[in-house]
């Protein structure tokens, strides 16, 4: 099916391992995010790509790295995890420039449940 | 800076009923769009209806409408006929337009549980 892939699904990580997660979209679409999800936090943005080779970041960057080296791919790296590190991680994908109505919305990918003890 | 804002953390609402899920937002900005998502407990976002700022009509899906109220900034969703497949996490969005420095990022407010009572 077309949409959003994350791997892993879950992962559980001992503090100071790194890991990379791996965001696949099959829609052509430019734009890809990473947010993560906390309990009564809402979704906050970490990074962001416009395109192919491009990143920035969000509102929560701190301790995660991300990359786009290609159009379908958004990787988000931990380099050393941390406790503060324990999420749901989810990817996004867009259209760029906006589409009609509602294809200015994001398309989800189903989550990665991280750990770090 | 752009806000959006739910002030239910928790609904109870009786199956078959109608509930309204409140959401605020702030912006500077005359175009931007305003989305709901839903979140069961199986964790997947999953789009329920979009609104333009722009658009003169209400946004409707099905048993999902959207009362729109711009000049008080408030985009309550209403669920009627609520089912027990309803109980979910509901999530207000907003994105402003990619241009002029904006990169039409959503901004998500903190969300409301609904829990839909038999």
């Known amino acids: 099916n077309a949409g959003v892939t994350q791997t892993p699904k879950f992962r559980v990580l001992k503090t100071g391992q790194s890991m990379t997660l791996l965001c696949a979209q099959d829609m052509n679409h430019e734009y890809m995010y990473w947010y993560r999800q906390d309990p009564g936090m809402g979704l906050r943005l970490i990074h962001y790509?416009?395109?192919?080779?491009?990143?920035a970041k969000g509102e929560v960057p701190d301790g995660y790295n991300v990359s786009r080296l290609k159009k379908q791919n958004f990787l988000l790296g931990l380099e050393s995890a941390a406790p503060s590190q324990t999420s749901v991680y989810f990817c996004?994908?867009?259209?760029?420039?906006?589409?009609?109505?509602?294809?200015?919305?994001?398309?989800f990918g189903s989550g990665t449940r991280l750990t770090v003890v | 800076a752009q806000k959006i804002t739910q002030t239910q953390p928790g609904m109870f609402v009786q199956e078959k009923e109608a509930v309204t899920l409140d959401c605020t937002y702030d912006?500077?900005?005359?175009?931007?769009?305003l989305f709901w998502y839903k979140q069961p407990s199986s964790g997947e976002m999953i789009f329920l209806i979009y609104?333009?700022?722009?658009?003169?009509q209400n946004a409707t899906e099905g048993r999902y409408s959207l009362n729109f109220q711009k000049a008080r900034k408030s985009a309550n969703l209403v669920i009627s006929a609520s089912q027990l497949g309803d109980s979910a996490m509901y999530f207000c969005?907003?994105?402003?337009?990619?241009?002029?420095?904006?990169?039409?990022?959503?901004?998500f407010g903190k969300g409301t549980k609904l829990s839909v009572k038999p």
């Open positions: 790509s416009v395109g192919e080779g491009t990143t």
């Open positions: 996004a994908s867009s259209y760029s420039p906006p589409g009609r109505g509602s294809l200015w919305g994001y398309t």
């Open positions: 969005a907003m994105r402003e337009p990619n241009y002029g420095g904006s990169q039409g990022n959503l901004i």
């Open positions: 609104q333009g700022s722009y658009d003169q």
């Open positions: 912006t500077s900005d005359p175009s931007y769009g």
